[in-house]
């Protein structure tokens, strides 16, 4: 099954974008991106997921390389209650999810 | 509508006790799924439900942890001789197919499970 790799942590100024990043080398064809958030002490909130093409909703952009093997998280106009651990997951055709680290990103005033 | 919600949201126990941890799905959603998060780290799976039955049990740790789904609907995580590691927040999420891995997961709250 992928794997991701992402930043440990990141700052982002208030206001402005945040940019996300997330390799993901390995993923097969039929394999979605998909990307959540956990703000301390609380379950992980979903933010948004894709297969090929780049897909945006209310709370981020999410942009997908031609070839597949990174995307990217955008969250346009950062505010201070965007700031937690991001993660970028690859799911594999079974039910299951595999986390990783994720990436902490602190949003500063 | 109601998210995911977890029973007790806290729980503190003994070493070698047995606890029980719920979880309530939204409503109408078939597939229910487990995880256990340690401190500083990812959630990692521990069993996935299709209905009543449990469809992939292989992150459990250990027998000493066991799952239910009698109704299809409502769950509970149940361990045995509790230890210190076992320590950690069980997160419950749920799905409205469990179909593949086009369909998104929604996660409650947690339980923090604290073993003395």
């Known amino acids: 099954d992928a794997k991701t790799t992402q930043p440990p942590s990141m700052d982002c100024a208030e206001g402005r974008a945040a940019n996300l990043p997330c390799n993901h080398s390995?993923?097969?064809?039929?394999?979605?991106v998909y990307w959540y958030r956990q703000i301390h002490s609380q379950g992980p909130q979903y933010i948004i997921h894709?297969?090929?093409n780049n897909e945006t909703n209310e709370m981020a952009s999410l942009i997908i390389t031609e070839d597949r093997k990174s995307s990217t998280l955008i969250l346009p106009h950062a505010t201070l209650r965007d700031t937690a651990v991001y993660y970028c997951?690859?799911?594999?055709?079974?039910?299951?999810?595999?986390f990783g680290a994720g990436t902490r990103l602190t949003v500063k005033p | 509508g109601a998210g995911v919600s977890q029973t007790p949201s806290n729980k503190v126990t003994e070493k070698g006790k047995y606890v029980e941890l719920r979880c309530d799905p939204i409503?109408?959603?078939?597939?229910l799924y487990w995880y256990r998060q340690s401190l500083g780290q990812g959630p990692e799976f521990l069993i996935y439900?299709?209905?009543?039955?449990?469809?992939?049990d292989s992150g459990l740790p250990n027998d000493r942890f066991f799952a239910v789904r009698p109704e299809g609907s409502v769950s509970t995580l149940k361990i045995q001789r509790t230890e210190r590691g076992d320590s950690a927040v069980y997160l419950c999420?749920?799905?409205?197919?469990?179909?593949?891995?086009?369909?998104?997961?929604?996660f409650g709250p947690g339980t923090r499970l604290l073993v003395l």
């Open positions: 999420a749920s799905s409205l197919l469990g179909g593949g891995a086009g369909e998104t997961q929604y």
């Open positions: 390995t993923i097969s064809g039929n394999e979605y």
């Open positions: 894709g297969l090929k």
């Open positions: 997951i690859v799911r594999v055709n079974n039910n299951d999810m595999r």
């Open positions: 409503s109408g959603h078939t597939a």
């Open positions: 439900f299709q209905g009543t039955g449990a469809a992939d």
